[in-house]
């Protein structure tokens, strides 16, 4: 328990649950549904939350749940995973966000995990307290009746429709399979199943209940709507364990009838646009972060994940919220890595915030030196940091929390 300006942090208790629960909704402006909050409860359960309390009013709320998310190399790394973090707005800005996560992370640090992540609200809070954007999405629209694939695409076939229901189990083992090889994917428990397979009003912005399409290796699933002058078919979530069952989703999705614009999120390098005789038809109408990830304990996670080069490298990193940053050696052989803490002259220094943003390989380590915010002692430490960090695969969140 910990107390600055008459607000005292503490974990919840199960009696805390309904003035927690109003203090979520009013902070992010919506109501659970009954059997939506079922499984949010299960998801993230009270004895991992934490409460501030003004006299016998709640005021703040924080939550974590361990997860294990992919990392580049197809390996695993285990992080505290949080979520629902709220301030009542007759108490915002009087640290109290700052006092729940000072507590949080202490408890994160003697748990030993060596990641934090979350889905972030806003893009100004969170850099000051050791986190890098680490997963960014194109938001796509795409007119269907002039998409046409080019010739030489091939069509894979094999994709059936299917209820959300008798596609389940199907889904539950694909999505298994496709999490393991896609950095910043997480294993997935079953209360965020039962979550997806609810599918709760709030979730589907006035369109239909959710469609499935089942590829041997791949699925998706799609919302229809009516808006305004179009037919709308929302892909809501797409996975594609191999690059045919990529292809024959996206056939099926662009050729329904009826159907005049397709809408979803693809990262960066996905292959959707080179599939079309017109690539320019992919039309990004938005983008946004989807994972903050804050490093921990800098030696583990760095070595959790593999590498594309060799590397010898003097990092100093600075933390502006706990102790996790200091001078590290890094040297990377065959991709893998090893870290220690040493007293050498630092050939680049960065921000936590950076690490973050570089960890799953998102972002390149030269954009950020473009922007100062990466120091390199000479452009060949600088170049051999930044393939080092690269992957083969873009990294993709694997279910929101
Ligand atoms: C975001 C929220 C949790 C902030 O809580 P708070 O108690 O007002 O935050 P604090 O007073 O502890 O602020 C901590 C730091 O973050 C900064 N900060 C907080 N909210 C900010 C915002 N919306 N934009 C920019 N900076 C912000 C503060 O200036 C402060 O900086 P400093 O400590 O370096 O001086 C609260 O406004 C809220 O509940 N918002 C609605 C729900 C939401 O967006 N939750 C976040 C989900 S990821």
Redesign the pocket.
């Known amino acids: 328990m910990a107390s600055t300006n008459g607000i005292t942090v503490r974990s919840a208790t199960r009696d805390d649950l309904p003035a927690l629960t109003n203090l979520v909704e009013t902070?992010?402006g919506m109501r659970y549904e009954e059997r939506e909050l079922d499984h949010i409860r299960e998801l993230f359960t009270v004895d991992r939350a934490l409460v501030a309390v003004d006299g016998d009013r709640i005021v703040?709320h924080t939550v974590d749940r361990e997860m294990t998310f992919t990392v580049p190399g197809e390996r695993t790394v285990a992080a505290s995973g949080i979520s629902?973090?709220?301030?009542?707005?007759t108490?915002?800005?009087?640290?109290?966000?700052?006092?729940?996560?000072t507590e949080q992370h202490a408890r994160t640090e003697a748990e030993g995990l060596p990641l934090t992540a979350?889905?972030?609200?806003?893009g100004?809070?969170?850099g000051?307290f050791g986190y890098g954007t680490a997963i960014v999405r194109d938001f796509i629209s795409i007119d269907r009746r002039r998409a046409e694939f080019r010739p030489t695409t091939p069509d894979p076939g094999g994709v059936n429709i299917a209820s959300v229901e008798e596609a389940a189990p199907h889904i539950r083992e694909v999505y298994d399979r496709w999490r393991r090889l896609v950095p910043g994917a997480q294993q997935r428990p079953e209360p965020s199943w039962e979550l997806c397979f609810t599918d709760p009003q709030r979730y589907r912005g006035g369109a239909s209940g959710l469609f499935a399409l089942v590829h041997p290796d791949g699925y998706a699933l799609y919302r229809r709507q009516w808006q305004e002058t179009a037919e709308v078919a929302s892909v809501w979530e797409f996975r594609a364990v191999t690059a045919e069952a990529h292809i024959a989703l996206w056939r099926v999705l662009l050729s329904m009838d009826l159907v005049t614009k397709v809408e979803g999120d693809i990262s960066d390098n996905d292959p959707l646009p080179y599939l079309l005789t017109d690539p320019r038809l992919v039309q990004v109408t938005g983008r946004r972060d989807h994972l903050w990830v804050r490093l921990m304990d800098i030696p583990a996670a760095l070595t959790a994940r593999t590498y594309q080069r060799d590397l010898e490298a003097v990092v100093a990193v600075t933390d502006p919220f706990r102790a996790a940053g200091g001078t590290f050696a890094l040297r990377i052989r065959d991709g893998l890595a090893e870290c220690e803490p040493t007293t050498r002259t630092p050939d680049l220094e960065l921000g936590l915030d950076v690490l973050g943003s570089l960890y799953l390989g998102q972002h390149r380590a030269r954009t950020f030196a473009a922007a100062h915010r990466i120091q390199a002692k000479d452009q060949s430490i600088l170049r051999a940091f930044d393939e080092a960090f690269t992957t083969d695969r873009d990294p993709e969140l694997g279910w929101f929390f």
């Open positions: 902070g992010f703040g629902a973090v709220v301030v009542a707005p108490h915002r800005r009087r640290g109290i966000l700052r006092a729940l996560y979350f889905t972030a609200s806003e100004t809070i969170y000051r």
